[in-house]
């Protein structure tokens, strides 16, 4: 089977270091210079399809015009051309050739490069220890300074970081003995550190015994893309440890782990023990987890919510009868849990992975949080600080109560819809299909720019790789009465925060007892599980990773394996493409490829 890896995909994860060729006009310069301007990948929590990149989806520049949005359709096509990795293994370029020229319109000359991916790419920094390899992370853990508050807001997570791993493209960089697992996924992977994590000499570190291994818990892992979703608890310079055994190595021992993921210091998410049979699913004791023990209270009698072994909880309810008569399951069924995570964060997320098994028309499914509020604290230059400000500069009493906010999915006759609902008001969009396996993810985080909260909430198909996404802005300013202008420029008070505080999680799934004006259709119950749920601040999704690639259009074409006849549709002298595209693709041996394409206009383009 052939896997197709996006440039998104691959540069993920990249330090993107370009030098413009000459001959490259002054919009292909600007095109380059702002890929390598690329040199940190912010993984928004709120949007976690950008976490798993469809294997068909290129890399956009930051820099775009139409005919470059052109070349990447255009490479996009013949990439997605089952035929074209076929053509590439058996170096078939004439037809690749052909299949160019029937694709790009007769106004442009273009030029085709399909170079072997090591070629152009080198890891560096990494670090041989004989038994393990160290591939070394810098996770910058963010602080927001934005007017008018005019105070640092942290809203980045300093113990809890997400990070986005291609594990294919880290393979074919490695090398020699060290290979991360992919059937049993990243289960010979541990992530170990200094103890000053500041400290840049991991080689000092381990000799001197001041080290330290991670908790760490995979997430997800998608064999399409070889894309890992890993949680960390720590920021700053961070090394993955790759064993070249099946289990990680021990560095605290000087012996190989017992388990798989070094377990417990290590694990998988509850859906990846059921897709990949890993009997190594922990609880992640630096993000709030919610286990089977503090679901408990939900499993009561009648209620229609069940525990399961390798799922936190099966939903079910049902549908009535003409006559008011239900199945076996209660028409609603719902947990509220409570929400236990630093008091100091700028931004809280809620995120769940769930499976529908069963639906009935009518039935909606809601992730939310209850009570929300935002505390206001502010310090005076006499050292006295208050949370309850009640004065004539804040001109609002505390708490500022925002309401329920909810992500909600229903259920219709022929789509599944999403929506978000901020205390009753509700916003909703249609998907394009049913989502049966799915992460779903509420988010809220402060903007002090605009003195208000934005709440986003995101669906991500785990079957299809697509996804659907809300998003609204609670102005605190006309909603509470908060006069951000006037506490920033109030001589007397030093520091402001304002910290977000949910009251409790919810998750409900409600049936109709009687839809269709009472004609019975359906017998059977609405069926949900739910194999992972917590609750974080705003992860750091902010790191390097060591690797370098070079996109010098002079060594694309000397290690170029298309021969020179079957480059370029017109052969003119002086190719200058006004427009470049790149991607990745993985052939079925499991050799990666770049395949470069550059458009120049000839006529009218």
């Known amino acids: 089977m052939v896997t197709i890896l996006s440039a998104a995909t691959i540069f993920t994860m990249v330090v993107i270091m370009t030098e413009p060729a000459n001959g490259f006009n002054r919009g292909q310069a600007r095109i380059i210079e702002a890929i390598a301007a690329t040199i940190i990948v912010l993984i928004l929590a709120a949007l976690l399809p950008i976490i798993f990149n469809s294997p068909t989806t290129t890399l956009r520049s930051q820099v775009q015009t139409n005919t470059e949005w052109y070349a990447y359709d255009i490479l996009l096509t013949a990439i997605s051309n089952p035929q074209f990795t076929y053509y590439v293994q058996h170096g078939n370029w004439n037809a690749i050739r052909s299949l160019l020229n029937t694709i790009v319109g007769p106004q442009y000359d ?53 990070l986005s791993l291609n594990i294919y493209a880290i393979n074919s960089l490695l090398g020699g003995s060290y290979s991360i697992n992919t059937s049993a996924p990243l289960s010979n992977v541990a992530f170990i550190q200094c103890k000053n994590p500041l400290e840049t000499n991991i080689t000092q570190c381990l000799e001197s015994g001041n080290v330290r291994m991670l908790s760490w818990w995979l997430e997800f892992f998608d064999p399409r893309t070889g894309v890992a979703v890993v949680w960390l608890n720590a920021t700053g310079n961070v090394y993955m440890l790759v064993s070249n055994g099946s289990t990680p190595f021990n560095v605290l021992s000087n012996s ?97 992975i769930g499976q529908l098994m069963t639906s009935i028309p009518g039935t909606n499914f809601t992730l939310g949080f209850n009570n929300v509020n935002v505390e206001l604290n502010i310090c005076f230059i006499n050292n006295t600080c208050v949370n309850d400000y009640t004065g004539s500069i804040a001109s609002a009493s505390f708490p500022m109560g925002i309401g329920n906010i909810n992500v909600i999915e229903t259920y219709g006759n022929t789509h599944e819809y999403l929506s978000l609902s901020i205390n009753g008001n509700i916003n909703t969009t249609q998907l394009p299909s049913y989502y049966y396996a799915y992460i779903l993810t509420l988010s809220l985080s402060l903007d002090p720019a605009r003195c208000g909260i934005d709440i986003n909430a995101s669906i991500y198909d785990l ?48 049936t109709p007892q009687n839809p269709n004006n009472n004609v019975v259709w359906y017998a059977y119950n609405a069926t949900t599980i739910v194999y992972d749920l917590w609750v974080t601040p705003s992860p750091t999704t902010s790191y390097y990773m060591p690797i370098t690639t070079s996109y010098n259009f002079e060594l694309l074409n000397k290690y170029n394996m298309v021969p020179p006849q079957y480059r370029e549709r017109f052969f003119l002298s002086g190719f200058a493409p006004t427009a470049s595209a790149y991607a990745i693709i993985q052939l079925s041996n499991g050799t990666y490829y770049l395949v470069y394409l550059g458009l120049m206009s000839v006529a009218g383009g």
């Open 256 to 352: 190989y782990c017992q388990y798989p993921y070094c377990y417990p210091i290590g694990g998988v998410s509850n859906i990846m023990y059921s897709s990949f049979t890993a009997p190594y699913n922990n609880e992640p004791q630096f993000m709030n987890y919610y286990t089977q023990q503090s679901l408990s209270q939900c499993y009561s009698s009648g209620n229609g919510m069940y525990s399961g072994s390798n799922y936190l909880v099966k939903i079910l309810t049902s549908g009535g009868t003409a006559s008011g008569q239900s199945l076996n399951a209660p028409t609603t069924a719902s947990c509220t849990l409570p929400v236990s995570i630093s008091s100091n964060v700028g931004g809280i997320n809620a995120y769940l």
């Open 463 to 510: 079957v299809t790789m697509s996804s659907t996404s809300l998003s609204y802005f609670y102005n605190l300013t006309s909603n509470n009465g908060l006069n951000c202008t006037q506490l920033m420029m109030n001589p007397n008070i030093t520091s402001i925060s304002l910290i977000i505080v949910p009251g409790s999680l919810l998750v409900r799934q409600s």
């Open 110 to 162: 273009w030029y085709i490069a399909v170079v072997p991916y090591r070629d152009i790419v080198v890891l560096t920094s990494v670090v041989n220890r004989g038994n393990y390899a160290l591939v070394p992370l810098s996770i910058i853990p963010s602080v927001y300074y934005a007017p008018p508050l005019g105070m640092p807001i942290f809203v980045t997570s300093t113990s809890a970081s997400m």
